[in-house]
């Protein structure tokens, strides 16, 4: 499916932790698509090396790391890549996501609340700190249009996805509040995708994960949308052909979240006749 729908367009993709991860499976697609990118991610995320495999994959992408939470890293990030393109950008995918509460499994009504406070900063606030230095550092040009992943436990209960929950409620809250700022003082688009659950280190942290999975898949018309799936829906949003679409969560799901029941869920029930 290469059909240079990001040629010319230069971009940052967040998140790349190894090739099962959905901003690994978009950077690949980007690249084919005739995009060019800085790839980065946490330092301490990048200590196995695997993100240079993609970076050279990716003709030789620059890397530049950065935690996500911290500003003045989120600053050096905008400026280096500034420098390195010469100029504005067109795309940002925001592919973050961290609970210390699950991955220590503390249950939702007894949360460390220093570990809360960390889930919603990587998870969430990172989005508004990626957004702010963006504006203020005027690095994305009209049109440019920045993704970020979510999932359907923001609006529904999934009782083992815990604080993340929380997390996505409030990414997907500053998703429309700062799409509105940045809509109507620099026509740049902000949306979320809201995926599937997949198979990734980030999406295996949750409890029950593999069985969690398998239900969602019978749960949805289409089946669970994959990490390359997900990489092609997130490319058209960064085409000029989605160029009215901002302020949005859209489900990327397989038909799952407009589902009240399956024939093959409800058929487990019965006793058989
Ligand atoms: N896997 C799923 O089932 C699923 C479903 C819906 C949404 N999502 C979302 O997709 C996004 C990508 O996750 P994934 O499934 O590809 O897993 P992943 O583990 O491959 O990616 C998560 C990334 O977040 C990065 N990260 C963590 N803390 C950071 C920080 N402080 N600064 C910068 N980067 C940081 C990690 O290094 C990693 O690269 C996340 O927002 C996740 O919640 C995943």
């Not at 495999?53 to 003045?72: F, H, M, S, W, Y």
């Amino acid at each position: 499916m290469a059909h240079q729908l990001l040629k010319g367009k230069r971009g940052i993709i967040f998140g790349a932790l190894n090739d099962m991860s959905i901003a690994w499976k978009t950077a690949e697609a980007a690249h084919a698509q005739g995009a060019e990118f800085v790839l980065t991610n946490a330092p301490i995320a990048m200590r196995m090396g695997e993100i240079n495999k993609l970076a050279e994959q990716c003709g030789n992408a620059p890397v530049i790391a950065a935690d996500a939470t911290k500003e003045e890293d989120l600053q050096a990030l905008f400026e280096q890549t500034m420098e390195h393109f010469g100029g504005k950008i067109d795309f940002v995918l925001h592919s973050i996501g961290m609970s210390p509460n699950v991955r220590k499994k503390r249950h939702y009504t007894d949360l460390k609340y220093d570990w809360y406070h960390q889930t919603l900063d990587v998870s969430a606030m990172s989005l508004h700190k990626t957004l702010s230095t963006a504006l203020k550092l005027d690095a994305l040009n009209e049109w440019g249009s920045v993704v970020a992943l979510t999932y359907i436990a923001a609006q529904r209960v999934f009782p083992d996805y815990n604080d993340m929950a929380d997390a996505k409620s409030l990414l997907e809250s500053i998703t429309r509040s700062f799409g509105y700022h940045y809509g109507a003082q620099k026509k740049v688009r902000i949306n979320t995708i809201s995926q599937s659950p997949t198979v990734t280190t980030a999406g295996s942290g949750v409890k029950g994960f593999d069985e969690f999975i398998s239900f969602s898949d019978q749960m949805s018309p289409l089946g669970n949308a994959d990490a390359a799936a997900c990489a092609d829906y997130i490319i058209t949003m960064f085409s000029d052909y989605t160029r009215y679409v901002t302020m949005q969560n859209l489900f990327h799901d397989g038909g799952f979240s407009n589902t009240g029941v399956t024939e093959s869920v409800i058929s487990k029930f019965g006793n058989g006749e």
